[in-house]
């Protein structure tokens, strides 16, 4: 069993998850940081752009970008208030976790 390598800073591809309550920072400019989580782990992004009106923190995030120093990089950010922006491996975990109901799924 061998532990997966961390993705090269030149790997670019996509996270998603939940965007942590309480870590949303605007900084000077453009640069704005926050992190995503899926319940349990979670990961520092650093995003430079404008972000979509229905971005908040708790709310569904999807990022394409690359994993520099331990931050995710992100060159793309999407509000995802449906599964087309989460893919539902996404959704299965942060719903294992207790994090995130579908609110199209019947009530139970």
Known sequence: DV???PPLPTEVFRIGGLV???TLVRGQGEAI???VTDGGASIPVRYTGVLPDLFSEGEGVV???SL???VFEA????AR???TYMPAEVIE???AQGVYRDPDAPES
């Open 3 to 5: 532990a997966a390598e």
């Open 20 to 22: 942590e309550v309480g």
């Open 33 to 35: 940081t926050f992190s």
């Open 63 to 65: 990022g394409t970008g």
């Open 68 to 70: 520099i120093n331990g």
């Open 75 to 78: 060159t793309e950010i999407l």
């Open 81 to 83: 208030h449906d599964e």
């Open 93 to 95: 975990a942060l719903e």
